[in-house]
């Protein structure tokens, strides 16, 4: 809906502590109905589901908005184009802007995985298409074990985002992961806020943000061009990061996320 049809926000110095449901992600996290009725149960305006989970369910978000709450997030448009991963991948390829080679979309059969993961080539990332956080994502380097652990991450991305689907990228030995930050508002206003390197990492999640130094310069305008192109494209609402890989040995730039 346009924002003109949100509730009004209503701000109470009132913070409470309340259990949404049992110790596992689907008695609790992900299980929308029941944060909406006891959202309802408190009277509250907005809704904001965290990291992961149902912050990136474009289903959810559109669930929250019917029963009049705020979701705090972007459109559900550009979650569905952005949010799973797979399709943010196919959105930047119709722009022509380049990503790191993989697969064409989600894989859901270990079989058809396995013969395009030898297509591109090994060592090779299994990415969950709703997953984020750092979580979702394992280097497979040995073919021999690239069945198992695809069956596995499907279980894992099923249990932590409520959807299994997955997709593979080409692994980038040499590289530098580089990130816009980026503010648009209801009428095409963008501002593009800098680059920050995000390459100081433990299991997938940056450790230390800082200034992009030692970039040359026609990367940057790159990867501003392309961040600009894709949140004008998909008609961006709200405050976000655009995400790349610079491999610093083909001195390449490739879109991310």
Known sequence: ???????????????RLV???????QDSYLNGMSVIRIAEQEEVDAIHPGIGFLSESPHYAHICREHGFNFIGPRVANMDRMGNKSNAISTARNLNIPVVPGSEGALKDPEHAMIVATEIGFPILIKAAHGGGGKGIEVVENPSKFKSIFSRMTQEALSAFGNGDLYLEKFINSMKHLEVQIIRDLHGNSKLLGIRD??????????????ASGIPKNIKVQIYNYAEKLINEIDYLGVGTVEFIYDLNEKNIYFME
Do not use: A, F, W
């Open 19 to 25: 259990c949404i449901g049992g110790n596992t992600p």
């Open 1 to 15: 809906p346009d924002m003109d049809s949100y509730p009004t926000t209503i701000l109470r110095n009132e913070d």
């Open 198 to 211: 995000c390459s100081v990492q433990r299991n997938y999640q940056k450790l230390i943000e800082e200034t």
